[in-house]
């Protein structure tokens, strides 16, 4: 039996998918021949990368990546040319799981009933412009990969669909873990990274600037004690004595002004809450180097400072700087020497950086010792809200938690790479504060009107997916 193998371009730099073409309408029939297979070997989404890959390899694998992202379920409800209807999508993602990968390559594409690119669409990928007018198995690494990760997602649990089901489950839940994102925040002022027009990724533009690291507007983390509905929601839960832990992705500390206690908070990227110094590790209240952010100077730190000034009052020999301009300088008076070695001892203390984790650091143990060895055998509920789930590897716990824990998501906008089992979408405010009135919970919150009603609808086309709205007085 003659096997053709198909590979992607090795300029791509991510592992090629194999795919084996069946060659006989007999072999189908009799399911003796290998059957036609898109391995689990497609392009994954965290690529390996040379460490000197050239621009045109850099560039191939971006083009992969926005096929990735560029299909959710919104865009097949509302309709796309030559893409699967929501209902055709809906329904090849679960005959996919019903027979098998092997089983569901022979009944699609092997059996001429829909091609390779087509189906792309159904698992949330858009074939990208840079194949269009190549033969059909040229998209099969792409419909390899979106296979993939439809069947490494976890199963939703299909007795749960309702808001009035998300409200019992908060009732009777007594372990919940609720893990939060910049969209818990907005309406505080504060902006989140993706929204368009609003997030702070669309903001950065107009300033030519691209990665959000390249700016840190100190005015959006200073001390203040207000907090948002959703941090009173996640407050209540722990009065209640339900909240497990509240993992959370923003920096800006409002959960503890909220008043969630530290042993049931993991701040993943780490807060503006304190600040440590880069030589001695001092640890300090971050409203110390205020002033000295504001001002745009480098904060150095006071205890490296004085223990400077110490081995100078006991007349130990300071450190000089080699500095050969300095050296051909001439003496100055004893003054100014003297104001000269202060002002050098400050600047040999060590700066101090505000506790935040940057992009590429390591997050905290705490996050990986408290979610590994003690909330993974508790949990009984999952509370997403207010993040897209984008960064690693805060984006994999859902993934890594009991695929039989509920999991409910609130934000704005669905995520298409994760199935949760209920989905309510809109300001997340609305949201928790309808689900308190619905379990007899008292959320009272200074931004919530006493007699706010709020409409709910179930998305079109989805059994579990459901759209918050505030009616107008």
Request: glycine residues 6%; charged residues 30%.
């Amino acid at each position: 039996m003659a096997t053709e193998h198909l590979l992607v371009d090795s300029s791509l730099k991510i592992p090629a998918v194999e795919v084996t073409d069946l060659l006989s309408d007999e072999d189908i029939e009799t399911g003796d021949a290998t059957t036609q297979r898109v391995t689990r070997d497609a392009p994954n989404d965290e690529v390996d990368r040379d460490e000197e890959g050239d621009e045109e390899g850099w560039e191939s694998e971006s083009l992969y990546a926005d096929a990735l992202e560029a299909m959710g379920d919104e865009h097949l409800f509302e309709g796309e040319p030559d893409a699967c209807t929501l209902d055709e999508a809906l329904a090849f993602r679960k005959r996919l799981r019903i027979i098998g990968e092997d089983r569901f390559i022979l009944e699609t594409v092997e059996a001429g009933t829909i091609s390779a690119k087509k189906l792309c669409t159904a698992f949330g990928i858009r074939p990208p412009a840079f194949l269009e007018g190549s033969p059909d198995e040229a998209y099969y690494p792409l419909l390899g990969l979106g296979i993939t990760r439809e069947l490494s997602k976890r199963i939703k649990l299909l007795k749960y669909n309702t808001v009035n089901d998300a409200v019992k489950l908060l009732q009777k839940s007594k372990n919940i873990i609720v893990l939060t994102g910049a969209g818990i925040s907005t309406s505080l002022g504060i902006p989140d990274f993706r929204s368009k027009d609003t997030g702070l990724y669309s903001k950065l533009e107009h300033l030519g600037l691209s990665d959000p690291q390249e700016v840190f507007d100190i005015e959006l983390f200073r001390e203040d004690p207000r907090f948002s509905p959703t941090h009173a929601f996640i407050r209540l839960l722990q009065e209640k004595g339900k909240l497990l832990t509240n993992f959370t992705q923003n920096i800006d500390n409002i959960e503890g002004h909220a008043g969630i206690r530290p042993e049931k908070l993991i701040q993943c990227h780490g807060s503006f809450a304190t600040a440590s110094c880069l030589k001695c590790k001092h640890k300090v209240p971050c409203q110390e180097i205020y002033s000295d952010l504001k001002a745009g100077k480098v904060a150095r730190c006071a205890r490296c400072y004085r223990q400077l000034l110490e081995v100078r009052k006991h007349g130990l020999k300071r450190k000089r700087s080699s500095d050969t301009t300095r050296k051909a300088k001439k003496r100055r008076s004893s003054d100014e020497d003297t104001e000269d070695e202060g002002e050098y001892d400050l600047l040999e203390a060590g700066v101090m950086k505000p506790d935040i984790t940057f992009f590429g650091e390591d997050l905290p143990a705490t996050f990986h010792d408290r979610l590994v060895k003690h909330d993974k055998a508790l949990v009984d509920l999952v509370i997403v809200i207010g993040t897209s789930l984008k960064v690693a590897p805060v984006s994999e716990v859902v993934g890594f938690l009991p695929s039989n824990v509920p999991q409910i998501y609130i934000s704005r906008t669905p995520v298409s790479h994760v199935n949760f089992d209920i989905d309510m979408l809109g300001d997340c405010d609305v949201v928790v504060t309808e689900l308190c009135r619905r379990a007899g919970w008292d959320l009272a919150h200074e931004m919530v009107p006493r007699d706010q009603l709020v409409d709910v609808q179930l998305q079109n086309g989805h059994e579990s997916r459901h759209v918050f709205k505030v009616i107008d007085a």
